[in-house]
């Protein structure tokens, strides 16, 4: 099964060995910057941003539930990015209830997720097993963080290998 | 007195020494991971780090008892032992651990050290 890690801060040639297919640095939609069909798009809600326009992945800012726009990303067939580096730091800030009850809101309504790393050096890289884990302390099933980061994060590989 | 009827439960005479019964025994969990930094750590200093970390992720109220097996400081790899009981707790919070430019990478787990 192919891996994909849609959220990283450098260039990395090892994704190989960490048992990924491909691994992409994003286009972050921040301060009016426009859709590159080249690379994955990530939008921001919550601290004065607004989704607007056109998306790959959409990252909710200390982790805000927000049901309408949440349905609104399901019915344009969005995917919710779940980025691990936001996650560890909501933790270890004592925040961890907040991150699991957002979970449990995606779970809820059915929303579809895509787990990241959002690593930004060699030390902070996460497997797709590693992130599977914490995946279970939030509240998913193992099996369906993995297949997020195949399935979902695949359709959107798929798109970019075709634009190229 | 029968010295043996003082003896507490979950304990049976087994030839000359006394052992745990199986079903009281705490079952235990080995974990292989690699430890990826700038330079190689000696055993002490990730050890301690590693049950700080542990301990700051779980409290002391469900702090596991985690314990290194072996270790190689050339090149990084190890074993550690736990309960069977906080075995999915210590693996969440290795996953979580980062201490500078030193990374944890879990590679396998298992009930013995032989199928490691």
């Known amino acids: ?42 939008a921001f809600v919550g601290a004065g941003n607004n989704l607007s326009g056109r998306y790959d992945l959409v990252n909710f800012i200390d982790f805000r539930v927000d049901v309408p726009l949440l349905s609104k990303i399901r019915d344009k067939r969005g995917y919710v990015e779940m980025c691990f580096s936001d996650i560890r730091q909501h933790i270890l800030d004592g925040k961890l209830e907040k ?10 309504y059915k929303i579809p997720y895509i787990f990241t790393s959002g690593a930004s050096d060699i ?6 097993k590693e992130l599977a884990f914490v995946g279970e302390l939030l509240g998913f099933n193992q099996k369906d963080v993995l297949r ?10 798929s798109r970019l290998e075709k634009s190229r | 007195m029968n010295l043996l009827e003082l003896l507490p439960a979950g304990w049976k005479k087994a030839g000359e020494c006394m052992v745990i019964k ?12 690699r430890c990826i930094s700038e330079e190689p750590l000696q055993q002490r200093v990730i050890e301690a780090n590693m049950r700080n970390f542990i301990l700051r992720c779980m409290g002391f109220l469900h702090n596991p008892y985690v314990k290194f097996v072996r270790y190689d400081a050339e090149n990084g790899e190890g074993v550690l032992k736990c309960s069977a009981r906080h075995f999915k707790s210590v693996l969440q919070s290795l996953v979580l651990f980062k201490e500078g430019k ?9 009930g013995t050290l032989k199928k490691l």
Do not use: T
């Open chain 1, 1 to 42: 099964m192919p891996f994909y890690d849609l959220h990283i801060n450098f260039d990395w040639d090892g994704f190989c060995e960490e048992g990924y297919s491909a691994a992409y640095i994003p286009n972050l939609l921040l301060n009016s910057a426009k859709y590159d069909s080249s690379k994955v798009n990530i």
């Open chain 1, 99 to 108: 991150v699991q009850f957002f979970s449990s809101v995606l779970k809820a």
């Open chain 1, 123 to 128: 030390y902070s890289i996460k497997s797709p």
């Open chain 1, 148 to 157: 997020s980061m195949s399935e979902f994060a695949g359709v959107i590989a």
């Open chain 2, 22 to 33: 199986k079903s009281v025994r705490i079952k235990k969990r080995y974990v292989k991971f």
């Open chain 2, 102 to 110: 030193c990374r944890v990478k879990l590679l396998s787990s298992s």
